[in-house]
């Protein structure tokens, strides 16, 4: 999940996760990850704390991360994002701030950002230690150390993947969830889009390589897993294998100990029958798609380039509620796109009407420098705005009457975390039921209170605008049970 649709709860977790055993060490220094964007990042992330900590430095507790009380701090940047210059820049401001008050802090640049920008970042910014690119993780402590040497901006940005991350030291950051990475890089050339400037060409891991970190996840504690690509159902397509990633699926079916089993994100065209089949078939992949439509409007998906049009994306997705009428399916759309009229937009929203989409992350056009699609005519904000506003009534109806639907039933829930300071006296706790709607639940008076990792079986008793209530009466004969 991208950072920014994760829970304070989740976000919390993952704080606590990987600092137990460090506690009051300062090692070759204490160090902090300041994460932008999507899932990729969050788990370059992690590699970024395994190169790290395997050097020598610990990662900084809450405590030290609030009290700004760390030696090095990573900006992990996204190129994808509105305005993402300004924000990597602002960023690093705010992090000069901080410097001024510990003038031994070093401050490195790592992801997309530092990809496209290089040697600008250090020009623009000479208080930066380091900057290395989405390929170059692994540089990083030599980066420091070359910084605290010479005093000067190191510079380390590849065009070539040498090694893929997950061939990295990891410090995961959730110990019983993991992100597993199939692939890096996309082969698609949207005209939005800037990814495959940032990440390179698809390049897909081995199947062995990944089941192998998979069977290790399980073994370090981890009940779930997500699987990674910019397009990760084109897994295999590479080596003239179109089943490979229904075969992966089915490999994880028979992992024991691993519970469950997500991925993201698809593409459209490329979400054949053996990826429905496999979905349907192994118990322990979770009914669960991000599926991103874009635009409704055939004329606006052939100027993004995007190799599919509405008609063939509601088929798939008939396909797959047909196969799994349980799924929940959550997409992504762009509102505003070049030479988008009042018609293609109602497109849009026809289609919108139609999939009845779970949830669906929406986004205004900006233009992102590079792209084909920055040099098109662009439409006036406040008539992007406007349908915006539009676009949001009618998802957030169709997400209120499908969490509706769940009031009554039985859900089963892994914890993921708790819900604030106040959790000793309410017992409540959060996680997320199999098609990853996120459950609040509080915990009957008397019966166990669940951890973190733990599945519990509970009675759903109301819905909120973006999430599930459960507060169960076991007198009325109402569900709870806590299976560890």
């Not at 190799?307 to 509601?314: D, G, I, N, V």
């Not at 039985?410 to 914890?415: R, T």
């Not at 990792?453 to 909120?464: C, L």
Request: glycine fraction near 8%.
């Amino acid at each position: 999940m991208n950072e920014d649709m994760m829970t304070e709860a989740e976000r919390a977790s993952i704080a606590a996760g990987g600092t137990d055993s460090l506690l009051g060490e300062r090692g070759k220094g204490v160090f902090h990850i300041h994460t932008l964007g999507c899932q990729m990042n969050v788990h370059d992330s992690e590699r970024i704390a395994g190169v790290l900590k395997a050097d020598g430095y610990v990662p900084a507790t809450q405590e030290q991360i609030d009290s700004h009380d760390f030696d090095v701090i990573v900006l992990n940047t996204c190129a994808v994002r509105e305005n993402a210059a300004e924000r990597m820049y602002g960023t690093i401001g705010l992090f000069n701030r901080i410097k001024l008050q510990r003038p031994n802090l070093q401050i490195a640049v790592g992801g997309c950002m530092a990809q496209l920008d290089r040697e600008e970042i250090a020009k623009k910014k000479p208080w930066v230690a380091a900057v290395f690119g989405t390929k170059n993780i692994e540089d990083l402590p030599k980066l420091l150390d070359q910084n605290r040497a010479t005093d000067k901006p190191q510079v380390r940005v590849s065009d070539q993947l040498q090694e893929f991350p997950s061939q990295l030291p990891a410090a995961r950051a959730s110990r019983v969830s993991s992100w597993v990475a199939i692939s890096v890089g996309c082969n698609n050339t949207c005209t939005f889009c800037i990814v495959p400037t940032t990440r390179g060409k698809e390049k897909d891991r081995r199947p062995g390589d990944v089941l192998a970190e998979i069977r290790q996840c399980v073994a370090d504690g981890a009940k779930e897993v997500t699987l990674l690509g910019q397009n990760v159902n084109s897994y295999g397509y590479g080596i003239g294998d179109r089943y490979a990633f229904s075969k992966l699926l089915r490999a994880c079916g028979e992992i024991e100990g691993l519970e469950r089993v997500r991925f993201t994100s698809p593409h459209p065209a490329a979400f054949t029958d053996d990826v429905i089949a496999a979905m349907a078939e192994t118990p322990n992949i979770m009914h669960q798609l991000h599926f991103p439509l874009q635009s409704g409007s055939d004329r606006i998906l052939r100027a993004m380039r995007r190799s599919y049009r509405s008609a063939k994306f509601l088929d798939i997705l008939g396909r797959i509620r047909e196969a799994m009428p349980d799924a929940q399916i959550s997409t992504d759309i762009i509102v505003g796109f070049p030479g988008e009229t009042e018609e293609d937009f109602q497109a849009t929203l026809d289609v919108v009407r139609k999939a009845r989409f779970s949830t669906a992350f929406m986004f205004i056009y900006s233009p992102r420098p590079g792209t084909p699609a920055a040099q098109m005519e662009q439409i006036p904000r406040d008539v992007v705005q406007e349908r915006f506003d539009r676009l949001v009534a009618l998802q957030e109806e169709i997400t209120q009457e499908n969490l509706e639907g769940f009031v009554g039933r039985d859900v089963e829930v892994m914890i993921t975390g708790k819900l604030g300071k106040k959790d000793s006296d309410t017992h409540r706790v959060s996680g997320r039921e199999k098609t990853g709607v996120l459950v609040h639940i509080g915990v009957p008076e008397g019966q166990p209170v669940p951890e973190i990792g733990d599945f519990v079986t509970v009675t759903v008793t109301h819905a909120g605008r973006h999430n599930l209530l459960a507060d169960p009466d076991i007198a009325a004969g109402q569900t709870y049970s806590v299976r560890h």
